[in-house]
């Protein structure tokens, strides 16, 4: 994505990065409408008892037709529909339908929930069922109760069920949901855990997305309390980030030893290197200078998080349908399969993905959230 500015570039950013609302679909909040503060790029709206969400130019993104709804966090956001609650993500599409009639967070995308008197868990992320399917439901709806308590200063999830009792400590559901098959269980959301950063607002396309790569631990400051989103990704930088994805994904320790020193990168350089990401000597001599997209996408398209993704939407279509890669782009597959797999979207309603182009620090946490987070993954046609 080419580097976005507030106002009407703003605009088509947010809203062509979920392949759903091209400008000009979205209509201005009604007359009357009361709009409150911004969070993650939209902010409640409320007329006449109904609640939906706007953009920062007070166009409607989401239909106000929630009885109650709550701000987003972490790309996701609780509403009640007639009575039933559900959770949204900022495309309005359902990451839990609304038929509980109760929902309380977890961490790792997962909800306590009521329904038909009985409790249960469950998640934003279908996992396996152990029949061969795929459920959204973590703990069967066949408890009395259900909640977190704390115990020796642990934080633990506790359901009942007549005299039986199933205790689980929460930091023990990033290895429960691995084991059951859940997408994106190596980069566990934690509730709570936000940036501050005096350079990205609640208003900005991109606060959704720093916030979720802050969350999940691929992205940090540049010091000051600052993000920099609008300076420019460096190969040192890309490759840092795709082994700290690699090496989460395989569980290995690289993304747990500091990067320090002049060449801070040498370790990121070595790891992807020896892991097949990159060919030896292949940035050699340029790892300070910028990234280009093609090169980014050459780079993740590598990991073996990437080589891992299920395709979501069409190649053959996503060859026809990107009007500036052919087959004598340099990296051309690599680009087209971020596209299928829903990492990329282009720069306009056109798919254009500008190769050669540079990419700044908000577009690369866009880029590294999807990645990680198979929830906010874009779909680009229906």
Known sequence: MKKLRRGAAALAAVLMLWGTLLPGTASAAPAGATVWGYS???????????????????????????HSAVSFSLGMAAVNLDGKLGVIRPDGKYLIEPEYDSLVPLDCGLYIAQKGGLWGVVSVLPLSDGKGGKTNVVYEFNHSSAKVVEQGGVQVLTLEKGEEKTKVPLFD???ILAQRG?????????????????DVSPGDWFDLWVDLAYNVGLISGVGG????PDQTLTVAEALQLAATMDSRYKDDDFHLRPTTGTNWYSAAVDYCTASGIIKNGEFAGGYTRAVTRGEMARIFAATSLAKEM?????????????????????????????????????????F???????VTRAEAAAIVSRMA??????????
């Open 225 to 228: 309390g600052r993000y920099a």
């Open 310 to 350: 299920p395709t979501i939407n069409s190649l053959s279509r996503v060859r026809q349908e990107v009007p500036d890669v052919t087959a004598a782009t340099p990296y051309a597959e690599a680009i087209y399969s971020m596209y299928a797999k829903g990492i990329l979207s282009g720069v306009d309603g056109n």
């Open 352 to 358: 254009t993905f500008r190769p050669g182009g540079t």
């Open 373 to 382: 987070r198979a929830e906010q993954r874009l779909t680009l046609w229906d």
């Open 182 to 198: 859940m997408d994106s269980a190596q980069f566990p959301l934690s509730r709570g855990k936000l940036p501050s950063f005096t």
């Open 40 to 66: 993650e790029g939209l902010a409640l709206c409320e007329l006449d008892g109904k609640w939906g969400y706007v953009n920062p130019q007070r166009e409607v993104v989401i239909p106000i037709q929630y």
């Open 173 to 175: 559901l990033p290895g």
